[in-house]
């Protein structure tokens, strides 16, 4: 099968090789999926870079979590009625070295969730990464109807889908945006006010917008660096749940501040979530679609041959949507 990997760890262009692969073989519990598409995000950028220095260690890497094709073939103990089924794929190159950057990934069922028929390959795609982490952060300690939840970054990858998940559940939504364009994209999905956080004490701002209240629920892009202006506009008893901390590795936390405020820290990432939250992410990313209640920002789809380029365009700063890459093209 036709396939990207890399050998060594380093920049794209010196690393990623593309050619020739075994096709892999449906395992016990397994389905073979025929890729039309994979996504790249940062994480696979990072363990390409060298993030994992072991990763290597039991050989070359396809790289990729997400992707989304065909299930062609099923093993033992998967219903063959899923054979033609049109599915997304998430955790493909997680504690494994196979990903979706190949014609095909042999995956455990359960990582292969249906997708739509109203949906293209290429946002397929684009869930497991973002959709599902976004609907984590926001669901994860407890509805948030009637709360108001701030989103940090809200243009970017998971912001974007925090927004509506929020919005969907039935709060209302504060985020905060750089420019005139985020700010635009926010609001188009749901956004109710938007905080520049360039701005000096824009967490005072956040306050100020909501009528002198603080908020309930912050979903976190950069824990770290955000933290003194969180504080300052969450209320006592509320959740911040972050799945980023890029600026500041090992914050410094004003423990007693906030002790005294009670506040619950909601660290996740989406290989770690519990199953029963996994599956519940794919529910709603299902129902949701099938109803057209999500939008997308995909604003890179590339042909096979430019695997190097999809992560030369994740690591430039300020890129907001995400990259596709087309298998078949």
Same mark, same amino acid.
């Given at each position: 099968?036709?396939?990207?990997?890399?050998?060594?760890?380093?920049?794209?262009?010196?690393?990623?090789?593309?050619?020739?692969?075994?096709?892999?073989?449906?395992?016990?519990?397994?389905?073979?999926? %025929?890729?039309? @598409? +994979?996504?790249? /995000? #940062?994480? $696979?950028?990072?363990?390409? =870079?060298?993030?994992?220095?072991? &990763?290597?260690?039991?050989?070359?890497?396809?790289?990729?979590?997400?992707?989304?094709?065909?299930?062609?073939?099923?093993?033992?103990?998967?219903?063959?009625?899923?054979?033609?089924?049109?599915?997304?794929?998430?955790?493909?190159?997680?504690?494994?070295?196979?990903?979706?950057?190949?014609?095909?990934?042999?995956?455990?069922?359960?990582?292969?969730?249906?997708?739509?028929?109203?949906?293209?390959?290429?946002?397929?795609?684009?869930?497991?990464?973002?959709?599902?982490?976004?609907?984590?952060?926001?669901?994860?300690?407890?509805?948030?109807?009637?709360?108001?939840?701030?989103?940090?970054?809200?243009?970017?990858?998971?912001?974007?889908?925090?927004?509506?998940?929020?919005?969907?559940?039935?709060? %209302?939504?504060? @985020? +905060?945006?750089? /420019? #005139?364009? $985020?700010?635009?994209?926010? =609001?188009?999905?749901?956004?109710? &006010?938007?905080?520049?956080?360039?701005?000096?004490?824009?967490?005072?701002?956040?306050?100020?917008?909501?009528?002198?209240?603080?908020?309930?629920?912050?979903?976190?892009?950069?824990?770290?660096?955000?933290?003194?202006?969180?504080?300052?506009?969450?209320?006592?008893?509320?959740?911040?749940?972050?799945?980023?901390?890029?600026?500041?590795?090992?914050?410094?936390?004003?423990?007693?501040?906030?002790?005294?405020?009670?506040?619950?820290?909601?660290?996740?990432?989406?290989?770690?979530?519990?199953?029963?939250?996994?599956?519940?992410?794919?529910?709603?990313?299902?129902?949701?679609?099938?109803?057209?209640?999500?939008?997308?920002?995909?604003?890179?789809?590339?042909?096979?041959?430019?695997?190097?380029?999809?992560?030369?365009?994740?690591?430039?700063?300020?890129?907001?949507?995400?990259?596709?890459?087309?298998?078949?093209?």
């Amino acid at each position: 099968m036709k396939a990207a990997w890399f050998e060594k760890f380093g920049t794209p262009a010196d690393t990623i090789i593309i050619g020739e692969q075994p096709k892999p073989v449906a395992g016990d519990g397994e389905v073979l999926v %025929k890729l039309k @598409t +994979t996504g790249i /995000n #940062p994480s $696979d950028v990072k363990k390409r =870079i060298g993030a994992f220095p072991n &990763l290597l260690d039991n050989g070359h890497v396809i790289p990729h979590s997400d992707g989304a094709g065909i299930i062609e073939a099923v093993g033992r103990g998967v219903p063959e009625s899923r054979i033609g089924e049109r599915v997304w794929v998430y955790q493909a190159q997680y504690a494994r070295l196979l990903g979706t950057a190949a014609e095909y990934v042999a995956i455990d069922a359960s990582r292969a969730a249906t997708l739509p028929s109203n949906t293209s390959f290429e946002i397929g795609a684009c869930l497991g990464i973002p959709a599902m982490t976004a609907h984590r952060v926001v669901s994860s300690d407890g509805s948030v109807k009637g709360q108001t939840v701030l989103v940090t970054g809200g243009a970017g990858r998971v912001g974007y889908y925090a927004i509506q998940w929020a919005k969907l559940a039935g709060a %209302k939504v504060i @985020t +905060t945006a750089s /420019n #005139p364009i $985020d700010e635009a994209s926010c =609001i188009a999905v749901g956004a109710d &006010l938007v905080v520049n956080h360039r701005d000096v004490n824009w967490g005072d701002k956040v306050q100020e917008v909501n009528d002198g209240e603080k908020v309930d629920r912050v979903i976190d892009v950069e824990f770290g660096f955000n933290l003194p202006e969180v504080l300052k506009c969450i209320r006592t008893g509320g959740v911040i749940a972050t799945y980023g901390n890029t600026q500041i590795k090992e914050p410094k936390l004003p423990f007693l501040q906030m002790m005294f405020m009670d506040l619950t820290i909601r660290m996740t990432i989406v290989y770690a979530m519990p199953e029963s939250a996994k599956q519940q992410a794919i529910d709603d990313i299902y129902k949701a679609l099938s109803a057209g209640h999500l939008k997308h920002r995909v604003t890179h789809v590339l042909p096979f041959q430019q695997m190097a380029k999809s992560h030369e365009l994740i690591e430039e700063s300020g890129l907001r949507g995400s990259v596709v890459v087309n298998i078949e093209a």
